[in-house]
Nanobody, 119 residues
Framework: QVQLVESGGGLVQPGGTLRLACARSGTIFSFNTMGWYRQAPGKQRELVAGISSDGSPNYADSVKDRFTISRDNVKNTVYLQMNSLKPEDTAVYYC?????????????WGQGTQVTVSS
């Protein structure tokens, strides 16, 4: 069973930084993409940043030049470095992976971690 566990959220002042981590457990044969999504109160979940199996990243326009996604294949962990945080970045952040497992391609989600940007 694949599980994703996020960590690193919290309360930070505007202009501050946070680093989120998403640790994967369970066996996968391959993956298509791993990504970070966020959902603010009253809004739909949106893609923040993704990274493909070849390491190519992509970002939402709202976070370009501020956020960086990376992964550590040894630790089975994907990170989201968030700099110059703004109040509008406040949301629950979720990690997701589209992976090939014994039963076929599946999408998995973590439980989410709260990020609050406020003075």
């Amino acid at each position: 069973q694949v599980q994703l566990v996020e960590s690193g959220g919290g309360l930070v002042q505007p202009g501050g930084t946070l680093r989120l981590a998403c640790a994967r457990s369970g066996t996968i044969f391959s993956f298509n993409t791993m990504g970070w999504y966020r959902q603010a109160p009253g809004k739909q979940r949106e893609l923040v940043a993704g990274i493909s199996s070849d390491g190519s990243p992509n970002y939402a326009d709202s976070v370009k030049d501020r956020f960086t996604i990376s992964r550590d294949n040894v630790k089975n962990t994907v990170y989201l470095q968030m700099n110059s945080l703004k109040p509008e970045d406040t949301a629950v952040y979720y990690c997701s992976i589209r992976a090939l497992v014994s039963t076929g391609w599946r999408t998995y989600w973590g439980q989410g971690t709260q990020v609050t940007v406020s003075s």
